[in-house]
Antibody
């Protein structure tokens, strides 16, 4: 059974960089059928797609976050990572990593991590 | 703001049928996927593709699509179906590959 687990600091100071890692177990990131994404959910609000990475390293970002986001993949460790710089209180959220399957007719997220809460506060 | 539109809240009597809708231009090109999220838990995929259910999802959940609208139908809603439901689709505008609807809070009365 595939499992995804987020890890990283739960508290980040304003203007600093949020860094999270997602470790994939029970399967390989080296799979041409899937993308590996980050999604967040601010308290009491809906899901927001941040961006994703393909195992070969190509990346895709939400346009409004693109200037602050870097997503990378380390296939040797079966991990992918998120860096979000210049954070503000608006970046406070539960951050999820998830696997996305993409075909010609659509896409879906079939596996999700449990989520990790991140608070931006001094 | 989301380019997939969902009603913020819907209610259904126990055992009755409810339809949750998702509207957006991308749905003219791509199927939606649907996720159930209960408080404090990650989303769970319930419908994807034309009308596919992952293993373990009850068959009272079904999906359909017409024009720019996708729908999730729960036939015979149960108390445990009370949750937030999100639709998701590939984005056809070229801005980014993925978008989510704003979510629908389903209350089972």
């Amino acid at each position: 059974q595939l499992q995804l687990q987020e890890s990283g600091p739960g508290l980040v100071k304003p203007s600093e960089t949020l860094s999270l890692t997602c470790t994939v177990s029970g399967g390989s990131i080296n799979n041409s059928n899937y993308y590996w994404d980050w999604i967040r959910q601010p308290p009491g609000r809906g899901l927001e797609w941040i961006g994703g990475v393909y195992y070969r390293g190509s990346t895709y970002y939400k346009p409004s976050l693109k200037s602050r986001v870097t997503i990378s993949v380390d296939t040797s460790k079966n991990q992918f990572s998120l860096k979000l710089n210049s954070v503000t209180a608006a970046d406070t959220a539960v951050y999820y990593c998830a696997r996305r399957y993409v075909i010609w007719s659509g896409a879906h997220f079939d596996y999700w991590g449990q989520g990790t809460p991140v608070t931006v506060s001094s | 703001s989301s380019e997939l539109t969902q009603d913020p809240a819907v209610s259904v009597a126990l055992g009755q049928t409810v339809r949750i809708a998702c509207q957006g231009d991308s749905l003219r090109s791509y199927f939606a996927s649907w996720y159930q999220q209960k408080p404090g838990q990650p989303p769970v995929l319930v419908i994807y593709g034309k009308n596919n259910r992952p293993s373990g999802i009850p068959d009272r959940f079904s999906g359909s699509s017409s024009g720019n609208t996708a729908s999730l139908t729960i036939t015979g809603a149960q108390a445990e179906d009370e949750a937030d439901y999100y639709c998701n689709s590939r984005d056809s505008s070229g801005n980014h590959p993925v978008e989510f609807g704003g979510g629908t809070k389903l209350t089972v009365l």
